[in-house]
Every structure is written in C-alpha cells, then in structure tokens.
C-alpha cells in the first residue's frame, strides 16, 4: 500500500484532474447507455422515480465530499500551525542557548543555523529524506549539549535551554507524523471516487429517460466535482501538491538569524 500511495504520489494533481473527469463521463455514459436498454425491455418500470433517487444520490455525495473537505482542512491547519511552532521553538531555543557557557553557546546556535535550512527541505520531496536525516543528526548534536550542559552547569537558565531543545525535538516528530501518518488512505479516495461515479451512472440513467438534455448542465457538475477532488488530493498532498503549508514563519527566522551573531 506505501508503494502504491507514493506511485499516486508521484502524479500530476492536474493529470488526476483530467483522470477523475474521464471516469465521470464515462460513468454517465454507461448509466445513459443501460437506462436505454432498461427502457426498452420495461417500458412501463423504467422511469420509476429515478429522479427522487438521483435527488438523494446527489444529497450524499455533497455531503460525503463536504466531510472530506473539512476534514482534509482540518489537517492542513494543523500542518500549518506545526509551522508556526516549529519556527517558534527553534527562536527559543536559539536566543536561550546565550545563556550557555562557551563553546556550548557558539556550538548550539551553529547547529540550529544549519537545522533551519534542513527544515525547509523537508517539505522538497527529492530532499526530504536527506534533511529529515540530516535534521536527527543534528537534534543528536544538540542533545549531546544538552546533557553536558546538565551535567557541568545545572542551573536554571540552563533548565530552560534544555526546555527548548525538547521542545524542538517533539515538534519535529510531530512534524514528520503530520505529513506521513495524516493522510487520507488511497483506498478512501478511491471509495469516494467510485461513490462519485456511481451517482453519475444514476444521473444518466435518469437523463436517458428525457428527449432532450443540457449537456453544459452535465459537463459543469462532474468539472465541479472533480475540483473538489483536486482542492482535497492538494491539502492532503501538502507538501507537494498545489495547496501547499505556508513556510513562512520558517523563512523569516532564517532570515532574522541570519543577522544575529
């Protein structure tokens, strides 16, 4: 399953765009296509209140596509606020290490230069494996400190650099879960997927029953249907697709540590 959602991973959200339009309209297609060959060989049951059924049909599916929406939203404001912590955990922990004895001090605030430019590859998927290693390798430097520190210079101030550095560490794997464990399962997708197409089998059946049909009306539903799809693969995929976690809180202490000693 993890080598099938990354094969998902790895294609366009515009090719899936296009993909999810061709499934849609084929499922219209087959509806219209079997409400034909219903109608000719029951005539008198054929038209039997599909449009009531196409009405409740629709009902679910905007409600199963607004659960999702929300709940891909949801993630993606915690992904974002994960930012906003991990930016403010490494500030802290930067303007406390001052307090540290030297060459504690100039060591830690060294790493934590180079800590934050590995931070902002992690979310580059062809650099993301080697900055979440480099980005460990670096928390165990920093925790070498930390138990030095402890051990030649227990004092309070030293308590809170300790503090700090903890702190780094858990946002780190929160980090890491956020964007690898709160994911919408492929199998999900797909079930949605073909949720979709069975409500668009449905409408064509009902539309095959009808003289005359407005095929702009059809065309806008499934485009409409299939940006949904696309808001909800961009916030799942955060860090690759086209709605993407702002790094911005990261990027300016980069910025703002640049010009401090």
Do not use: C
């Amino acid at each position: 399953m993890m080598v099938t959602s990354q094969v998902f991973d790895s294609i366009s959200p515009w090719i899936l765009f296009l993909f999810i339009i061709f499934f849609l309209l084929l499922a219209f297609d087959i509806g219209r296509r079997a409400g034909i060959i219903v109608e000719r060989r029951w005539p008198d049951e054929a038209e039997a209140n599909v449009a009531a059924k196409v009405g409740a049909a629709l009902t679910i599916l905007a409600f199963l596509l607004a659960f999702v929406v929300n709940l891909t939203l949801n993630t993606f404001n915690e992904k974002r606020q994960l930012v906003i912590s991990e930016a403010n955990a490494i500030g802290t922990a930067y303007l406390r290490a001052g307090y540290l004895p030297e060459p504690y001090k100039s060591e830690s605030r060294q790493l934590l230069h180079e800590y934050i430019d590995f931070r902002l590859k992690v979310v580059d998927p062809t650099k993301s494996q080697v900055a979440i290693a480099q980005s460990e390798q670096i928390q165990d430097k920093l925790w070498v400190i930390v138990e030095q520190v402890a051990t030649e210079t227990p004092t309070p101030t030293a308590s809170l650099y300790i503090s700090s550095i903890n702190d780094l560490i858990d946002i780190h794997t929160q980090r890491l879960t956020s964007e690898i464990g709160f994911r919408l399962p492929l199998s999900f997708t797909l079930g949605l997927l073909g949720v979709s197409m069975l409500v668009m089998v449905l409408i064509g059946i009902s539309d095959s029953y009808r003289e005359r049909n407005n095929r702009l009306a059809l065309v806008v539903i499934v485009v409409l249907v299939a940006l949904v799809f696309l808001l909800i693969i961009g916030m799942d995929r955060s860090n690759i697709g086209l709605v993407r976690v702002p790094l911005t809180p990261l990027i300016d202490l980069q910025q703002k540590l640049g010009t401090l000693p």
